[in-house]
């Protein structure tokens, strides 16, 4: 099948990144679909967290637009505080969280606070939420975006939200208790981190994308993975439960 939009491939190579079993900490916008397709597909059993106080463990029963509409807590397991969802996140009990940002570099740090950075600040930002603290501590962390050079940079110039740091072992040496990031899902394919040096690189191509295109809204030489292949564009099956969920395309761009 074509008939699909970039957000909607985003939203299935999302939903792939999450386990059966896991708790998820899904996040706003595409993460409300990539959630709601994993548990009608692969991943019955995932239960997601919501920074607004909310565990669900089945699909919400009606599209939502965020996470804190009525259909979201409506059957939720649990529908409490904001504080009592983070402190699953300090208890290392959160598998998986989602985020994004308005900047991000090679070694996945994102930046949702200062373009410019702090002291020469070109546009202040909304900052972190919780973004810094799923980054820091999730088990694994799946960054989605849009992909453009304004956005892939060389270097953040304020990390909101940390990914490797400076790469290698920059967590372990800061005491960060998450994983780090895994992957991140952009507009034009999915890239994943250096078991040991922690650097961004390219490892799949979504349909109708190249390589070329990539490189050029790219703000440093990226690397490319020993097997670069093409994403695997969504099944029938996935685009009728997205639509399901997203019926007029408010976050596909349908």
Excluded at 33 to 59: I, S, W
Aim: aromatic share 8%.
């Amino acid at each position: 099948m074509t008939d699909y939009t970039k957000s909607e491939l985003m939203v299935v190579a999302g939903a792939r990144e999450i386990k059966d079993g896991e708790l998820v900490f899904v996040g706003m916008r595409l993460p409300l679909l990539a959630f709601q397709l994993a548990k009608a597909t692969h991943a019955p059993n995932a239960q997601g967290v919501f920074e607004n106080g909310v565990l669900r463990d089945r699909p919400a029963g009606k599209p939502l637009f965020t996470m804190g509409d009525a259909p979201c807590i409506e059957g939720a397991v649990w529908a409490t505080t904001m504080l009592d969802i983070m402190t699953l996140l300090q208890k290392g009990r959160v598998d998986l969280g989602f985020i994004g940002g308005a900047e991000i570099d090679r070694y996945g740090n994102l930046n949702t606070t200062y373009i410019g950075g702090r002291e020469r600040a070109e546009v202040r930002l909304p900052g972190s939420g919780g973004g810094s603290d799923i980054a820091s501590l999730a088990g694994r962390l799946v960054i989605v975006m849009n992909h453009e050079r304004r956005r892939f940079v060389e270097r953040v110039s304020y990390i909101t939200s940390p990914g490797y740091g400076e790469g290698g072992g920059w967590r372990e040496r800061t005491g960060l208790k998450g994983g780090g990031p895994v992957a991140v899902i952009t507009t034009l394919g999915v890239l994943r981190f250096d078991p040991e040096t922690k650097e961004m690189f390219l490892d799949s191509l979504h349909p109708g994308a190249s390589l070329g295109e990539v490189k050029d809204v790219t703000g440093w030489p990226l690397r490319v993975g020993a097997e670069l292949r093409e994403t695997p564009p969504p099944t029938r099956k996935e685009l009728e439960i997205i639509r399901k969920y997203d019926p007029n395309g408010f976050w596909t761009n349908r």
